[in-house]
């Protein structure tokens, strides 16, 4: 079948061709018998009647491996639900440690989330019902789209009382920061993690690798005490095997993206697959399953040099927008969405498979793109600009953070003395129509743009 | 007419030390290095100690609120002053810049100023929660300070250290006893926060200040939030109201703990300034709403203003929780930002929460002497 994005409607209908088989074999927690609620390969309109409205607007890549994304993707609440459900720990991760959910999964039973990943569910659901409840407590719009993960856990209803939630505190937002501490004055069990600055002139990290060692000492205690199991290395490089694997995979992906002659996958579902090398979704394993799913379609279209038809500009994408509108837009214009910089450097690069555990995730943790100088953002940028050899970049800023006041700027400058033209807004919160379709406005001028430089550079 | 009393008295007394300030600054500029610093999280007695003179960057009248040049509009507005403060007569001859990370915005703030700056420019990490890594923290505050006073070729003299310990403690001493007692204005206490006189000079001046006295009648306020402007305060105190209780970084919380004299000196500066440290970015925050909470109730306070600036998340965030905190007691919230302040505006709110604290307060002598 010919690469291209569909509507929600499509997929309704198409999906009728899917196989049984294949309906009845795709599933989360593999490793239950007999939990037959554990299927997930549906169409988009199924998670829409759950609330998901923004799906009727989407387009969606064309493929099983996509359907199956998605469902995986849309799936993560029910499935903690269900951990919950059959006495598995829950586990929420909040900030910026990428390290912390292998050292989770390395313990049996346990799963772990994302609650600042529902920053996006507002925009999804097209609902301010999650930023009220945040308002209410006190955090309201001068703080970024994460305060919907306190309305979430004021709510109870999007994901069960995690067993632990486990928080960064240092060189990291301090919107987050404040919604932690609100969770935790609610009666959420918080172990604080720090998280310190660090200084990217240094040639010598030992002694931040040494403090981080501790930290996650102190937090696998924690682990061990609420999992009632003792730490294992064997289980810890068993997990720490499988997350590299997960991130070459994703890797492999970024580099078909980029590499392919055509736009092999779309923006939106490439967002959900950088994701999931947060805390894979909630199923380390079948996560894999579905990343090299994706991984094989997107091989096979680029070995077959297909893909979507009519967008053929490079876009580079800084910040991960909460509002998936926006990718699809800069898609419908024309553009490919070629790299990214998405502020999880910490979940890029493989980990060590030697020595001491703690000081491997020590290591990989200090590998984030937030905790530093903005010069080091910076240089995030302008690598993956130069790997990609994007012809625009898009920087989606997020209002109230504490990083964007301070980094756009430098991030602007730096794209700038390259020449290369770039694009800076705040996404807006869903529901502000004038403001979004000024958004739209600047993306289209943005393009044309790019045409007429390219039409410019080609004289 | 007792609250203009008051302002004239205070004025007088601030203008002294304004004088005194300047002269010790200009002398000073050319005999010793001026060292900027940022934040409650940066023991001064070790800059002291290397032979140099602190001045804490605090709002300058004076600074141009258009240049906030790299820093976009929300971020908060004293971080994204810093380079515009920094411009003004008051630094123009510094030779570096310390401070403790503290909140995310201060933190980019400096890294900022590092990047922008022709001088040297040393942040140091330091714990948000507490009695956590307290080696490495140490560890991390007084390679700072080495490094400081390596690039003003100069050395940190640890005996000269205990030495400012010991003046320095004598300060919060006196200021406590005179806060507890209400015979420091606010104000007062606020220039005594940003100044950088000896604690000698300081402690000589405030001997001249015991006449005032508090007014049984006048509203007592707590103030709470981010650093305040250059107004905002004096436009409370002409109201009346006695500010009794300040946890702003420039009020009560600075003078909160005294310094062990023994020891090594950077372990007890460590303690007191990072480890003791009370700022709204340390984790458990409950430390700082039981402090907040206790001082309430022991200066007996009628009000709560809570003024914070547009974007500081650490207090801005928080502002409900510290409403909760204080049930009870009247709460004002008033957000405002550095670069366009509303005067008219909040002279209103304050005037008005004011009146009614005060229209309250006679109510409440009216109804006791019925009692009686």
């Avoid at chain 1, 000492?217 to 997350?243: A, M, N, P, W, Y």
């Avoid at chain 2, 409900?320 to 008219?344: Q, V, W």
Wanted: aromatic share 10%; charged share 25%; hydrophobic share 40%.
């Amino acid at each position: 079948m010919k690469p291209k994005q569909i509507d929600y409607k499509e997929w309704h209908r198409f999906f009728k061709s899917i196989p049984d088989d294949d309906i009845e074999n795709t599933r989360y927690y593999r490793h239950l018998k007999d939990a037959e609620w554990s299927q997930y390969l549906f169409p988009p309109s199924t998670h829409l009647i759950y609330g998901n409205r923004l799906l009727r607007k989407l387009k969606f890549d064309n493929s099983q491996a996509s359907l199956r994304l998605w469902g995986y993707v849309l799936s993560e609440g029910e499935r903690i639900f269900r951990a919950r459900q059959t006495n598995m720990n829950i586990a929420a991760v909040m900030g910026d440690l990428g390290a912390v959910p292998p050292l989770i999964y390395s313990f049996k039973n346990v799963t772990a989330f994302y609650p600042d990943c529902l920053w996006w569910t507002p925009f999804l659901m097209e609902s301010s019902v999650l930023f009220d409840e945040a308002a209410e407590l006190g955090i309201g719009e001068e703080s970024c789209f994460v305060r919907a993960a306190l309305g979430a856990f004021s709510k109870r209803a999007y994901f069960p009382k995690p067993d632990i939630s486990i928080g960064t505190v240092g060189a990291t937002c301090d919107d987050m920061a404040a919604v932690i501490s609100e969770t935790e004055l609610q009666g959420n069990k918080v172990h604080y993690f720090e998280h310190p600055q660090r200084n990217d002139f240094a040639t010598d990290n030992r002694h931040l690798i040494d403090f981080l060692r501790d930290q996650y000492r102190q937090l696998c205690s924690q682990l061990e005490k609420i999992t009632g199991q003792s730490f294992s290395d064997t289980q810890f490089f068993d997990t720490i095997e499988k997350v590299n694997v997960l991130r070459n995979i994703i890797k492999d992906i970024k580099s078909i993206l980029s590499e392919a002659s055509l736009n092999t996958m779309g923006a939106c579902e490439m967002m959900n697959i950088e994701f999931s090398a947060l805390s894979y979704y909630g199923d380390l394993d079948e996560c894999i399953l579905v990343m090299k799913n994706i991984r094989n379609e997107m091989k096979k279209r680029q070995i077959d040099k297909t893909g979507y038809d009519n967008q053929d500009i490079r876009i580079l994408w800084v910040t991960p927008p909460a509002d998936l509108l926006l990718l699809n837009y800069i898609e419908e214009l024309g553009g490919r969405v070629v790299g990214s910089e998405y502020l999880i450097n910490q979940t890029t690069t493989a980990f060590r498979t030697e020595g001491d555990p703690f000081e491997i995730l020590a290591e990989n943790h200090l590998k984030g793109s937030l905790m530093g100088s903005s010069d080091f953002r910076v240089k995030l940028v302008l690598d993956e600009l130069e790997r990609t050899k994007a012809e625009g970049v898009i920087l989606s800023g997020v209002f109230g953070s504490s990083h964007c006041p301070y980094e756009t700027v430098p991030i602007i400058n730096a794209l700038r003395r390259k020449k290369i033209p770039v694009l800076a807004f705040d996404v807006v919160s869903p529901g502000k129509k004038r403001l979004q379709s000024q958004i739209f406005n600047r993306m289209e001028a943005f393009m044309e743009s790019l045409r007429m430089r390219r039409v410019k550079y080609a004289r | 007419m007792k609250a203009i009393y008051l302002d004239t008295k205070i004025l007088n007394i601030i203008t002294k030390f304004d004088v005194l300030e300047n002269q010790l600054l200009s002398e000073e500029a050319n005999k010793k290095p001026l060292v900027g610093y940022l934040c409650l999280r940066t023991p001064v007695e070790l800059i002291e100690a290397m032979g140099a003179t602190p001045i804490r960057i605090v709002p300058t009248p004076g600074f141009n609120v258009y240049d906030y040049g790299n820093i976009r509009p929300d971020g908060c507005s004293f971080c994204r002053m810093l380079p515009s403060f920094l411009k003004t007569e008051k630094y123009k001859n510094l030779s570096a810049i310390i401070g403790g990370a503290c909140c995310d915005q201060m933190r980019r703030a400096m890294d900022t100023l590092k990047r922008d700056m022709d001088i040297p420019v040393f942040l140091y990490t330091a714990p948000r929660t507490f009695n956590q890594g307290t080696s490495f923290f140490l560890n991390e505050m007084k390679s700072s300070f080495e490094q400081l006073a390596e690039s003003l070729d100069l050395e940190i003299d640890k005996g000269l250290a205990k030495d400012y310990i010991d003046a320095r403690n004598k300060l919060r001493e006196r200021i406590n006893c005179l806060r507890e007692s209400g015979s420091l204005p606010d104000s007062l206490l606020h220039r005594i926060s940003a100044s950088s006189l000896a604690s000698g000079s300081i402690l000589d001046l405030l001997d001249k200040i015991e006449s005032i006295k508090s007014d049984v009648h006048s509203p007592k306020i707590m103030l709470a939030g981010s650093i305040p402007g250059t107004w905002e305060l004096a436009e409370i105190e002409k109201t009346g109201a006695e500010v009794v209780a300040d946890v702003t970084c420039m009020g009560d919380r600075a003078y909160k703990d005294l310094d062990r004299r023994d020891g090594d000196p950077f372990e007890n500066l460590y303690d007191v300034y990072i480890e003791n440290n009370l700022c709204p970015h340390r984790r458990p925050i409950t430390n700082l709403l039981d402090y907040i909470h206790d001082l309430a109730q022991s200066r007996k306070i009628d009000g709560v203003i809570y003024l914070t600036l547009k974007y500081c998340h650490p207090w801005g965030l928080s502002a409900e929780r510290m409403r909760k905190t204080l049930s009870g007691i009247h709460f004002m919230k008033l957000d405002d930002d550095l670069t366009s302040p509303a005067l008219s505006n909040f002279r209103t709110r304050v005037g008005a929460f004011i009146e009614m604290l005060q229209a309250k307060k006679i109510e409440q002598e009216k109804r006791a002497k019925i009692a009686v």
